[in-house]
């Protein structure tokens, strides 16, 4: 049987090094209302009492509806501050530039959002000293699920190395608000969206597949296709190297 102490306390040992060795203040993540982010506001709260939670609600009605609700239940169950930032006014002012230089498609409108958010966090840590934390978990990674340079952008992360049916086994180990953990994946990048019906398959599937490379043949093609597509997401940009052009 898993030993979740045990692993939240080496979690929290690794936090608190990474805080000592770099000298900062404190912690700042992104608190979107989300499984994730709730476990690692939790795990970094205990390294770290100056951490704080991040509310960036940005267009989506439920980002200033259920998902501010869930989020402030987390902070105020395991004491993390909080605080929130309205993003609407600055993807309105994007959108409404940046036509004067391209046709915007659907996917690069999902993409601004998540990418301001991570310029909001990455301005709270340069100016209080702070790490920014990741909150991806190792499912959303391995189909690239996740903004390159938004919510994929961090200085470390507690729990990329969690598939997301980990995620909810932890958090049900440390009694988070039954809001979070019986909520739907969701990226939040529009309204009515979730993870699974926008990939076209359900996380324990994709889950399965990493633990032990098993499932339907319809499953294991849709996996593979996004895992394929996500390898410039998983890898840092390639540089000029002149040896090697010789």
């Not at 499984?35 to 100056?50: E, F, M, T, W, Y």
């Not at 180990?173 to 529009?190: E, T, V």
Request: hydrophobic share 40%; proline share 3%; charged share 25%.
């Amino acid at each position: 049987m898993r030993d979740y102490q045990k692993e939240f306390d080496a979690r929290v040992a690794f936090i608190r090094a990474l805080v000592a060795d770099a000298h900062v203040s404190g912690i700042v993540f992104g608190n979107s209302g989300g499984k994730d982010c709730a476990l690692v506001g939790i795990l970094c709260k205990a390294a770290c009492d100056d951490t704080v939670g991040v509310l960036m609600p940005c267009a989506s009605g439920r980002n200033f509806g259920s998902d501010t609700d869930d989020a402030l239940a987390v902070s105020a169950q395991f004491g993390i501050e909080a605080r929130r930032i309205d993003l609407t006014a600055a993807r309105q002012a994007m959108l409404d530039a940046l036509p004067a230089v391209t046709e915007m498609t659907d996917a690069a409108i999902a993409n601004i959002a998540p990418r301001l958010r991570m310029t909001t966090l990455y301005a709270i840590a340069g100016s209080e000293n702070r790490l920014v934390a990741g909150t991806g978990n190792r499912s959303e990674r391995y189909m690239g699920y996740f903004t390159k340079w938004g919510d994929g952008a961090c200085d470390f992360n507690p729990i990329a190395d969690l598939t997301v049916t980990e995620v909810y086994e932890f958090l049900e180990f440390l009694r988070a608000p039954r809001c979070i953990i019986d909520k739907a994946p969701s990226a939040g990048l529009f309204e009515g969206q979730t993870d699974e019906q926008e990939m076209g398959v359900t996380y324990a599937a994709v889950d399965e597949y990493i633990l032990h490379g098993t499932g339907s043949e319809q499953d294991r093609a849709v996996i593979e296709r996004y895992h394929a597509r996500a390898g410039h997401k998983l890898r840092l940009p390639p540089v000029f190297d002149e040896s090697v052009s010789d």
